[in-house]
């Protein structure tokens, strides 16, 4: 659901009303921070009390976020942290940093976010690392096949202080973008339509030869051509379209993706291949950040740490409560309502996928962009280090028993 809808019962009519007095930031801000639906009146209220809070003081630094296609109701359901970020730094500085977030892809959408922080349009971004990746090539790093092998994996990395030399500083070096924090889940394939009639996915062997829509990762279309899986490069935002139309069997993407893009209705089985990273990450531009004072740094740090701490617990309930990606699947949730079946592959069958296209089975494959990788973090193996940090914590551990650390204490 979008703000060209409704939000949480509110008009769109409305909604910019209150934007145009208080701000669409200060709206958005104090919309977040309703869990459940809301009068205009209290949305009034609550914008009117955050705006004065914002604007209490002058700020020192006003910080443009172009958080892609996100607003306050969607981030209720992918709990990618954007909001809560902007809303913890501001208070965190008291008010020195304003950030003004700009989402609703209106200053910038999956694939352009990147690049339009890099060109100083917009200061800190979101969107996934994946559709990033055309931007700033080094975040193909996190999309090598079967490299993370649970959400809990991807969270001990993203913490782990060997993240730093691994996936922050090559960033920061090639790109000019601190990586911040992200939310974690892995991708699989969702079928549309077509599929609706038909028995639940239990084998990979019965998605080859589907056509399935591609994000921007070189990396991922690697794993996906020696899966059969004939990836087909279509934007984001028109993937809805393609799924609805039958111009694609399915898409590569993650189970919370499909519910805040509000594309459930045009999903019938959420397949969880779990093949590669799907990773809606937050960076700031390095240039904007070495602007800062040390204090004001450190605060963006905390901020940073805190929303890494909040995603990772609030985006592990979502999925079970808000979107139903689970086993049983619980009542009234997004995927229930819209017949949205969740396809749990056996171990076995992980393992059969894993040993079509991971590096580990097929090196061949991967030899170009993972030389070149090396290259650019200084000649590290960064396929077997970020296997082998993402080993280290047990198989079965829970994504929200990973110990959070702030990885670039070390």
């Known amino acids: 659901m979008t703000i060209g809808n409704k939000l949480s019962g509110i008009s769109r009519r409305d909604l910019f009303k209150l934007a145009g007095q208080y701000g ?46 996100f607003n306050a109701r969607n981030l209720l359901i992918e709990r990618a942290g954007g909001l809560e970020f902007a809303r913890d730094l501001e208070s965190r500085t008291d008010g020195e940093i304003r950030v ?101 996915v239990t084998k990979v062997e019965e998605l080859f030869g589907t056509k399935n829509r591609v994000t921007g990762t070189q990396l991922g279309r690697i794993a996906m051509q020696a899966l059969n899986l004939n990836p087909v490069p279509v934007a984001w935002e028109e993937t809805l379209d393609g799924l609805r139309q039958g111009l694609i069997d399915g898409a590569e993407t993650w189970a919370s993706a499909v519910a805040y893009a509000g594309m459930t209705p ?5 397949v969880d291949l779990k093949f590669f990273c799907g ?28 929303t890494q701490v909040h995603v990772q617990g609030a985006n592990e309930a979502a999925l079970v409560n808000t979107v139903g990606f689970s086993d049983p699947q619980l009542p009234n949730t997004m ?14 069958q992980i393992k059969i996928a894993e040993e079509m296209c991971s590096p580990e089975f097929q090196p061949q494959l991967w030899e170009q962009w993972r030389e ?39």
């Open 24 to 69: 669409m930031s200060s709206t958005l801000l104090a919309a977040g921070s309703f869990g459940g639906a809301m009068s205009i009146a209290n949305l009034a209220r609550a914008a009117e009390s955050t705006y004065e809070r914002r604007f209490a003081k002058e700020a020192k630094h006003t910080l443009k976020m172009g958080a892609s296609g």
């Open 100 to 200: 003004e977030f700009i989402g609703d892809n209106q200053i910038c959408g999956q694939t352009s976010c990147v690049e339009k922080t890099q060109q100083g349009i917009v200061d800190i971004y979101s969107a996934s690392t994946q559709n990033s990746a055309g931007g700033a090539p080094y975040l193909n790093v996190l999309d090598y096949a079967y490299m993370f092998p649970s959400r809990a994996a991807q969270y001990h990395f993203l913490y782990s202080p060997e993240s730093n030399k691994l996936l922050r500083e090559p960033l920061e070096e090639r790109h000019g973008l601190k990586f911040l924090f992200s939310h974690c889940e892995l991708r699989g394939i969702q079928l549309g339509q077509g599929w609706k009639d038909r028995p639940t």
């Open 266 to 270: 045009v999903v019938s089985q959420s």
């Open 279 to 306: 990773t809606e990450h937050t960076s700031i531009s390095t240039k904007v950040y070495n602007s800062l004072s040390e204090e004001l740094q450190n605060a963006v740090m905390e901020s940073a740490y805190w």
């Open 335 to 348: 995927f229930v309502k819209d017949d949205v079946r969740c396809a749990f592959l056996a171990d076995d």
């Open 372 to 410: 070149r990788l090396n290259n650019w973090a200084g000649g590290i193996d960064t396929y077997q280090e970020i296997y082998d940090v993402a080993r280290q914590i047990p198989k079965d551990t829970l994504p929200e028993n990973v110990e959070p650390r702030r990885w670039w204490k070390g």
